[in-house]
């Protein structure tokens, strides 16, 4: 997962003084998850392994449908211009 720099450290070697006091806890260096997934209270952020990852969605996928299909489609864009 590409992600933002603030739990990823910076160009200094992993765990070292030097990142810790310019960028703080190194998460993905300690084998953590980004705080971002970590903390995300509808799990929509998903990070890790692509292929846990992979099952994950089609998991999702499979029981929520997708497209057209997808929950609460309908509801969001009726067929109607005007809603």
Do not use: F, H, Q
Not at 26 to 52: F, H, Q, V, W, Y
């Amino acid at each position: 997962m590409d992600k933002c720099t603030y739990c990823a450290g910076g160009p200094e070697a992993d765990s070292t003084p030097a990142e810790y006091a310019k960028y703080g806890a190194n998460r993905l260096a300690e084998g953590k998850l980004p705080i971002c997934a970590e903390m995300c209270s509808t799990k929509s952020l998903l990070a890790g392994d692509g292929a846990i990852i992979a099952e994950i969605y089609k998991e999702r996928v499979m029981k929520r449908g997708y497209g057209s299909g997808m929950w609460g489609w309908k509801t969001a864009y009726s067929d109607s211009p005007t809603g």
